[in-house]
């Protein structure tokens, strides 16, 4: 008998769902104006082969265990909020390399911001899922 996913577990999935869905509307061109995703955002092979990889992970961890998506959550958002991070002050994050390729790069603090938002968004909800929401949803 299958045992029932717990809420981790389906915000696993969902994070996999996210990510999956943000490669494939990256070849909609509909989505696309001028190469960037909706107009703002610059998605190279590099940041899609990462997205992908996040929604494997997400899927295989929330398809696995609870324990398992756990532990995604709180690795993932732990470098994906730091990736955001670290984008605001240096103007390129280091999980697609940006800031080892090309170094810092100078944008107003508010294209920063915008840019990197997703990602600490993103990040510091799977941080919470992880450290928090985990501890109060713990599977049965």
Known sequence: ???????????????????????LVGYIPSFNSNDLLFGLFAIDPIDDGLHLLSALWAALAAWHSFRQSVIYFKI??????????????????????????????ALDLGTK????????????????IGFVLSKKFKAK
Do not use: E, T
């Open 1 to 23: 008998m299958k045992k029932k996913s717990s809420l981790i577990q389906n915000f696993a999935w969902i994070y996999a769902l996210v990510f999956f869905l943000v490669v």
């Open 76 to 105: 993932f958002g732990i470098l994906y909020c730091l990736d955001g991070v670290m984008g605001i002050i240096f103007g390129n994050g280091y999980l697609d390399f940006a800031i080892f390729l090309h170094g810092i790069r």
């Open 113 to 128: 911001i915008a840019i990197n938002i997703p990602h600490i968004a993103i990040g510091g909800l799977a941080i919470i």
